[in-house]
């Protein structure tokens, strides 16, 4: 299973980001994906999670209306859009993938994923 973020880089405050989570290496369809950040001296949180069978999605509240994920599973990659973005959102993020059971209630939780990227840097300048 592998999982390449991509799209980060700086970003003036306000500005917006698409971020790009490409998989491979496993049936697209048994799993979800989410995406996480880290920002520096904080733990990691989920922000978005997304399943690749029925397009179920939960957000954390923090980016609701903010951020969106979405789909391209002819792609096999997950985006996520990020609007109005504000120095406090700058971290770095992650996309992790799981096997998920059918119905699968969403969730951010990160013991809940096996596998992860390597990270894009997102940098919110003021």
């Known amino acids: 299973v592998q999982l390449v973020e991509s799209g980060g880089g700086l970003v003036q405050a306000g500005g917006s980001l698409r971020l790009s989570c490409a998989a491979s290496?496993?049936?697209?369809?048994?799993?979800?994906i989410a995406w996480f950040r880290q920002a520096p001296g904080k733990e990691r949180e989920g922000v978005a999670c997304i399943s690749m069978s029925d397009g179920s999605i939960m957000y954390e509240d923090l980016v609701k209306g903010r951020f969106t994920i979405s789909r391209d599973n002819a792609k096999n990659t997950v985006y996520l859009q990020m609007n109005s973005l504000k120095p406090e959102h700058s971290a770095v993020y992650y996309c992790?993938?799981?096997?998920?059971?059918?119905?699968?209630?969403?969730?951010?939780?990160?013991?809940?994923?096996?596998?992860w990227g390597q990270g894009t840097q997102v940098p919110v300048s003021s």
């Open positions: 290496g496993f049936i697209f369809d048994n799993y979800a």
């Open positions: 992790a993938a799981t096997f998920i059971p059918r119905p699968w209630r969403p969730s951010v939780a990160g013991a809940s994923y096996n596998y």
